[in-house]
């Protein structure tokens, strides 16, 4: 048997109000016709079908209710909406996150499982091991960056910032970056002059980086490439993170720091990731009192990150 295919829950809603509005509309329109017959012949009939201050008082306050009925439940509908968005995202989070785990497990188990069972010569067990050690890294990576992003949620999360010098900062992070993605000799270009201070978490900065670091090789077709721009005004440090990658289109952007948000591109069909790389960026760099957005051309354009945290200014930041 056939089943029949539900309509989607908006456009009931949307039908639904548009009724209810037409008929509010048709009520209205017949009250105000028939009030003005009655002032045409109101001498001519009895007084009891003559209509008042009172009678109107109560109509404009039935339709002033009825319309603040119908605001509230378009309110509650939206929210509802939102959050029924929000748990399919957390549930394709939690298959993501699952697949994550199991992934570097599994190859773990299997390692084990080969060197038990087998009389494994001495170089290939310490080429096993060292597989062993990157996927458990793998997974504590993945394990630390769910609870730090539950610290920053609930406000546990406790930064330590020191001042730097926000150049020497930031070619400090990209040349760890390089190194921890075993990037090639040239893919990172740094531009721009940042002769300032900033009070910043050297190690939340550092995820940030990395994230974005992360975000550019999973979504560039060809072999990675980023520029990095820096400047700085009285008030503003700058970092532009700019990589060639496949863009983002022009209605996306807004999502891309949604929590558990993983954006779509056929050209990058197997992009792993739980979602809260980008959320996890945004969150830091709010902590900071900084903000982040991104630019892209669109499709096949590149992307690029703009990132601004205050400068440290004595006296005034403390």
Known sequence: MKKTRLLNPIIIFSLALFAWSALL?????????????????????????????????????????????????????????EQLKVTKRYNNFIANVSHELKSPLASIQLYLETLKARDVPRPKQEEFIELMIKDARRLGTLINSILEISGLEDKKKVFH??????????????????????LPAGAVEIRGKAPCTCKADRSALKVVLNNLFDNAMK?????????????????????????????????????VFQKFRRLYNPDSPNVKGTGLGLYWVKEIVGQHKGRVNVVSGGRDKGTTFKIELPVYRKGKNG
């Not at 007084?47 to 008082?57: D, R």
């Not at 400047?231 to 996306?252: H, L, Q, Y």
Request: net charge negative.
């Open 25 to 81: 509309g048709l009520w209205i329109y017949w009250y105000v016709f028939n009030y003005m017959i009655i002032i045409e012949v109101g001498g001519k009939i009895s007084p009891q079908f003559v209509f008042n201050a009172k009678n109107i008082t109560v109509l404009v306050g039935g339709i002033v209710l009825l319309v603040a009925v119908a605001t509230g439940m378009s309110i509650m509908f939206m929210k509802l909406n």
């Open 219 to 255: 979504y560039s077709v060809e072999p990675v490439h980023l520029t990095i721009t820096l400047s700085c005004t009285a008030k503003r440090f700058t970092i532009e993170v700019t990589d060639r990658g496949i863009g983002i289109p022009e209605k996306e952007k807004k999502e």
């Open 161 to 182: 910032h020191a001042l730097h010098q926000a150049e020497s900062l930031v070619y400090t992070l990209v040349e760890e970056a390089v190194e921890q993605f075993q």
